[in-house]
């Protein structure tokens, strides 16, 4: 079991940054792959990014924010994090972390065993 705590969210200028943390417990963090996802009104979740166990260079990312958007993690803190730079109004959604076991269809959602609550970003424009 792993459980998952999101922190970071709030409401920000388009142009401007934030930085989303998840910290995970109860099970060995650096074994699993660590995704972001984010679901906004009316709308159904969609990925974001994904860091292999290994970090690095193991990292995808959805299109629209690959330039803007990098997702990293802290294995000794048990920590993933995602910075989030030029912020757009479309970015504004529910953002989650979730944690699967492998590194296979990281983009879908289903794939993922563990979810946290979710922290709200807002864009302002």
């Known amino acids: 079991q792993v459980q998952l705590v999101e922190s970071g969210g709030g409401v920000v200028q388009a142009g401007g940054s934030l930085k989303l943390s998840c910290v995970a417990s109860?099970?060995?963090?650096?074994?699993?792959?660590m995704g972001w996802f984010r679901q906004a009104p009316g709308k159904g979740r969609e990925f974001v990014a994904a860091?292999?166990?290994?970090?690095?260079?193991?990292?995808t990312y959805l299109d629209s924010v690959k330039d803007r958007f990098t997702i990293s993690r802290d294995n000794a803190k048990n920590t993933v994090y995602l910075q989030m730079n030029s912020l757009k109004p479309e970015d504004t959604a529910v953002y989650y972390c979730?944690?699967?076991?492998?590194?296979?269809?990281?983009?879908?959602?289903?794939?993922?065993?563990?979810w946290g609550q979710g922290t709200q970003v807002t864009v302002s424009s």
């Open positions: 109860g099970s060995t963090f650096s074994r699993y792959t």
């Open positions: 860091i292999r166990w290994s970090g690095g260079t193991g990292t």
């Open positions: 979730a944690a699967e076991a492998g590194w296979t269809k990281v983009t879908d959602s289903s794939e993922y065993d563990y």
